[in-house]
Every structure is written in C-alpha cells, then in structure tokens.
C-alpha cells in the first residue's frame, strides 16, 4: 500500500509541474502584453511603402510604434508649426529650411557622429541617414561596342550615335535637383551647353525615375541617367546593366531625420529610431523589400561593402529660392527642351 501511495504522489507532482510550465509562459505573455506600447509621431515626404517598411520593422525589433503621417514637401514646415511631431524624415533641402526656423533640436550620439560632415547639418540638428545618387546606367551589350566609355558629363553631351533615357527635370525632383546642382557646381552656362548636347539623344523624356533604367536594361536606350537606387534594383532583377559614377561629379538626394523642438522633455526614444536609421538593420529591411539607397553610416556594413568608392559628389549644395528654381527650369524648357 505504501508502495502505491508513493506512486501517486509520483503522479501528482509530475501532473502538476506539466500544469505550472504549461501556464507560465501564458501568465508571461499576459504580463509582456501589457507593457504600454511607446508611440512616436512622424512627418514624412517619402513614400508610403517605405516607411512602413521602416515602421513595421522598428516596432517589432523594439515594441515602439512610429506613427508615420506622409505629407507633401511644400505643406511639411506649416503642418510641423501648426501641430508639431516627435521627428521628421525628409530630404535635406526640408530640413536644412526646419532647422533655419529653430524647429529641430541638436542630437548627437555614438552613432550619428561617425557620419561625414557632408551628410548632416554643422549643429547636429538633422542627420542624413542614406542617400542616393545621379549615376551613368549603361547597357552591357552596348558598352561592349565602346572604345571609350563616356565618364563624365561633357563625354556624355559630346558621344556619338547613343540614345539616351532620362527623367523630365519637371516630374521628379531627384531630376531637377540635379539641374540644380550642376548649375550651382558648373555655373549655368556649362550647365545649360550639356544639357543642349544631351537633349538631341534623347530617346524619351520619362515621367518617373524608373523608366529610364528600364529603357536601358531593355535596349531601348544605350545609357540612361538615373538614380542608384533604381539601378540597383533592376540589376537585382538580373537587367544587363553597369553603374558608371561621372568623374567630374554628381548630384545627390540626401534623406535624413530631425529630431523635433517641442517644450517637452527631450525624448530619448526620437534619438533611439534616429540612430536605428542609421544601422544595417534599417537597411536589410529596406533591401529585403527592393528599395537601395546608400548608407552614411561608415560603422554599418552596407557602407564597408558599397563598391562606388570613386563615388564624386558635387561640392557646393546650392540652396536656389523657389523663385530662382523656376527660372531655371523655364529656361530649360524654353531653350533647350522646345528649342
């Protein structure tokens, strides 16, 4: 009988350690789930697709959620006046005008000061965190024809029998940046003789950035003159293309985020997805999902395995009033485009 009873003490002990680890984990997950979820409010002027991408990953990797509200770039300083947000993400002409205005407080951290000085404002109040540049995006079957390969922007104006795929400077601003910018690093009239020898080689003046990469990687134009990022993807997608950076320098988007001025006590969590920005981790997320852009941050091994070390960027970052910019643009219309 004594024998019995032990087994089903035996029993009883084992059925009632199966019970506890059974429930434990559950009361766990109860008490996890009921940690509040931090929240962040966002201004943004980049696409949709891609700051949920950036959110959705951010909030699983470290239970904040970013509330992301796009805006277009010309209503983003009002809406931030009117009803400020935690922080912004945007490119650096917005922020460099957010920061004019004292609407940006000054970070610094570990991260954010390895970034070269050419990628952030000279006060730590906005940080570029990726960017993207004008490149050459050559076809392979044509380049295999070439005893000289077009390096810069005045090679390109002045080659013989190519056709040549381009975004119009009105549809995109990655376009007319680079107008901008070569104007404001080659003064107008260089600026304005290339882009009189390029036009005659035009195949087609696209409305999206993208066309022209597909024009080339599908043999309707010989070179195109494209963001990377496109680029990138198509060639991820196994398009016969080669990157070609002009030696005499190029343009640039630089996107990056400003951590918002608010009466409130500084947020440690604004400056934690600032410098998250910054990491792999941000850009394998970008990458998984086909979107390519170039890290500032030379600590992150998206940076160390970029293979564009000849990369040149044009060195003044002119800043044209939108007066100014529409002039330019009608000129280009006038005597180039219509000419």
């Known amino acids: 009988?004594?024998?019995y009873t032990i087994l089903l003490l035996t029993g009883f002990m084992l059925i009632l350690a199966v019970v506890a680890g059974a429930t434990f984990p559950t009361d766990a997950d109860k008490k996890i789930s009921k940690v509040p979820m931090q929240?962040?409010?966002?201004y943004t002027t980049l696409p949709p697709e891609i700051v949920t991408i950036l959110a959705e990953t951010y909030e699983k990797e470290n239970h904040v959620r970013i509330n992301f509200s796009p805006v277009v770039p010309n209503e983003l300083i009002q809406n931030l006046r009117e009803k400020p947000a935690d922080?912004?993400?945007t490119d650096s002409n917005i922020l460099t005008t957010a920061a004019d205005l004292n609407l940006l407080t000054p970070y610094i951290s570990e991260t954010n000061d390895a970034v070269k000085n050419k990628f952030k404002d000279n006060h730590d109040r906005w940080i570029g965190v990726w960017y993207d540049p004008i490149i050459f995006c050559i076809n392979k079957d044509y380049l295999r024809k070439?005893?000289?390969i077009p390096s810069t922007w005045e090679e390109l104006a002045a080659a013989k029998n190519v056709r040549i795929g381009i975004t119009d400077f009105l549809a995109?601003?990655?376009s007319s940046n680079l107008m901008f910018q070569m104007i404001g690093n080659l003064g107008d009239e260089k600026t304005y003789e290339i882009l009189s020898g390029i036009h005659p080689k035009v195949v087609q003046y696209a409305k999206f950035l993208s066309?022209?990469?597909?024009?080339t990687g599908m043999g309707e134009a010989d070179i195109s003159i494209a963001v990377e990022s496109e680029t990138l993807r198509y060639m991820q997608n196994h398009y016969p293309l080669k990157i070609i950076y002009p030696e005499?320098?190029?343009a640039c988007i630089i996107t990056g985020v400003g951590i918002v001025t608010t009466d409130k006590k500084k947020n440690p969590a604004?400056?934690?997805f600032a410098d998250w920005l910054l990491s792999d981790d941000a850009q394998i997320s970008l990458q998984k999902n086909g979107f390519y852009f170039l890290s500032t941050n030379p600590q992150t091994l998206a940076y160390k395995t970029f293979a564009g070390k000849n990369l040149v960027l044009f060195q003044n970052s002119p800043r044209f009033t939108e007066q100014q910019r529409h002039e330019f643009l009608d000129r280009w219309v006038k005597t180039v485009r219509f000419n």
């Open 146 to 148: 070439l005893y000289n």
């Open 1 to 3: 009988m004594r024998r």
């Open 87 to 89: 922080l912004i993400l």
């Open 172 to 174: 995109a601003d990655a």
């Open 270 to 272: 604004a400056a934690n």
């Open 39 to 42: 929240e962040l409010s966002a």
């Open 211 to 215: 066309n022209p990469v597909l024009q």
């Open 248 to 250: 005499d320098g190029t």
